[in-house]
């Protein structure tokens, strides 16, 4: 492992932290390290640069133990939340100092046109940082922690400072530059947007503590607790009441969704069905005409309408014994526009929630439409138990 954390717990006096957090990089990786504030993401990277101790707990580099090693002697190359440049130097100078701080064989004159080229900035040497744009400042500062030659990169939320489409643009330029040098990485931030979109791997913090760790994807798609499923993206929650307890069965809409034999669950007791709103999107109109490439609902392999004369409980049947699809009749009651999507609130008879669209979708407030959705996509948190429910029957309502 280039970069082992074990068992870090630290307190500001009373105030615990960070509490027994552990750690790996394998050499070459990027790892996010994603917290809402407070969760002791900050403190966790002073301590593995060496400018805070921990009460306990151990830092290893490459296999040795830098816990003591003061922080100019540890391999580590660290960019700041906020700028550090010096503004009596420019660009060039920057760099040079820190390839100044390590032995390495090169000349410095070539080591700083090397990471001022990598970082998009070859004809800004000699410019001070007073007249860099904010996003130039952070790839100075990342040319120059890259110039000392490090074995693991610190990024302590190098772009929270910038704004988005900044944040955008630099954020393309850190994947770029870490797949062309390949060096260990680890980010620190609390935007779910930029650790999903960096990330070969995720520890997610809560309270000093990991929540959880894993691919962003698998986070994100089946999350393994409640905190995780919340923190890294938008999710639509359908609350549901428990109607049996052998077979464990949810109720909501009139769908009956049955757990997984053997789940804990109390008769009368309430639960909450979960799914990301980009995994809902509008069935078609069956009166309207359809072009043949239109696709009805997530997952469908085939036509998920049905005929004016086929009952709601024929529907709903039909839908989930083929593929899993189920239909709600809903009404529009708000569009956020993006761009390039649009977040869409609606709501059933007693449930308000929201799906995703593409671009400007032509729906109006007031708009009453079909939704459909997987009931793979669904998922419910039982006794710290992630779960999807393995049936689905009933009469859908509005």
Same mark, same amino acid.
């Given at each position: 492992?280039?970069?082992?954390v074990?068992?870090l717990?630290h307190?500001y006096?009373d ?5 027994n957090?552990?750690?790996a990089?394998e050499?070459?990786?990027l790892l ?5 504030s407070g969760?002791?993401?900050t403190?966790?990277?002073?301590i ?10 151990r830092?290893?580099?490459r296999g040795?133990?830098?816990t003591d090693v003061?922080?100019e ?13 010096f ?7 920057n760099?040079?100092y ?7 064989e090169?000349p410095?004159?070539?080591?700083v046109?090397r990471?001022?080229e990598l970082v998009?900035?070859?004809n800004?040497?000699?410019i001070h ?13 990342l040319?120059r ?5 490090p074995d ?5 939320e190098?772009l929270?400072a910038l704004d988005?489409r900044?944040?955008q643009?630099?954020?393309?330029e850190?994947?770029r530059?870490?797949r062309?040098?390949g060096?260990?990485?680890v980010?620190?931030?609390h935007?779910?947007?930029t650790?999903?979109?960096l990330?070969d791997?995720?520890?997610?913090l809560r309270?000093g503590?990991?929540?959880e760790r894993g691919p962003p994807?698998?986070?994100?798609? $089946? @999350?393994?607790?409640r905190?995780?499923?919340?923190f890294? =993206? /938008?999710?639509s !929650?359908l609350p549901?009441?428990?109607v049996?307890a052998?077979?464990?069965v949810?109720r ?7 757990l997984p034999?053997g789940?804990?669950v109390?008769?009368?007791g309430?639960r909450?069905l979960h799914?990301r709103?980009?995994r809902i ?7 309207q005409?359809r $072009? @043949?490439?239109?696709l ?5 392999? =085939? /036509?998920?309408? !049905?005929g004016?004369?086929t009952?709601?409980r024929?529907?709903t049947?039909?839908?989930?014994d ?7 009749t809903a009404?529009?009651?708000?569009l956020?526009?993006?761009g390039?999507?649009?977040?869409v609130?609606?709501?059933?008879a ?5 799906f995703?669209t593409?671009g400007? @979708?032509g729906l109006q407030?007031?708009?009453t ?8 996509d669904l ?20």
């Amino acid at each position: 492992m280039t970069l082992e954390v074990e068992g870090l717990s630290h307190r500001y006096g009373d105030e615990l932290v960070i509490d027994n957090v552990s750690l790996a990089l394998e050499s070459g990786e990027l790892l996010g390290l994603l917290g809402p504030s407070g969760s002791g993401k900050t403190t966790i990277v002073q301590i593995i640069a060496g400018h805070r101790r921990p009460d306990e707990g151990r830092i290893f580099l490459r296999g040795q133990d830098v816990t003591d090693v003061p922080p100019e002697s540890r391999d580590i190359g660290l960019v700041f939340q906020q700028s550090s440049l010096f503004p009596h130097m420019t660009a060039g100078e920057n760099v040079a100092y820190g390839a100044a701080t390590r032995d390495v064989e090169d000349p410095p004159a070539t080591i700083v046109s090397r990471y001022l080229e990598l970082v998009g900035l070859g004809n800004e040497r000699e410019i001070h940082p007073s007249e860099l744009s904010g996003g130039q400042r952070r790839r100075v500062e990342l040319a120059r922690a890259l110039a000392t030659d490090p074995d693991v990169l610190l990024l302590d939320e190098p772009l929270s400072a910038l704004d988005r489409r900044l944040r955008q643009d630099l954020r393309s330029e850190i994947a770029r530059i870490h797949r062309e040098t390949g060096i260990t990485t680890v980010y620190i931030t609390h935007d779910q947007e930029t650790a999903l979109t960096l990330a070969d791997r995720l520890v997610v913090l809560r309270d000093g503590q990991v929540s959880e760790r894993g691919p962003p994807r698998e986070l994100y798609e $089946r @999350p393994p607790n409640r905190f995780v499923a919340s923190f890294l =993206g /938008d999710e639509s !929650t359908l609350p549901a009441r428990v109607v049996s307890a052998d077979p464990p069965v949810l109720r909501w809409a009139g769908l009956g969704f049955e757990l997984p034999a053997g789940t804990a669950v109390e008769p009368g007791g309430k639960r909450s069905l979960h799914l990301r709103p980009e995994r809902i999107s509008q069935v078609p109109d069956p009166k309207q005409p359809r $072009r @043949p490439d239109e696709l009805a609902s997530p997952g469908s392999d =085939g /036509d998920l309408t !049905t005929g004016p004369d086929t009952t709601a409980r024929e529907q709903t049947q039909r839908k989930t014994d083929t593929d899993g699809t189920i239909t709600v009749t809903a009404r529009i009651e708000g569009l956020v526009h993006e761009g390039p999507s649009t977040t869409v609130q609606a709501t059933t008879a007693d449930t308000a929630f929201q799906f995703v669209t593409e671009g400007f @979708p032509g729906l109006q407030v007031g708009q009453t439409v079909t939704l459909g959705f997987c009931v793979d996509d669904l998922f419910v948190f039982v006794n710290g138990r992630r779960l999807t429910p393995v049936g689905v029957e009933g009469n859908p309502r509005t």
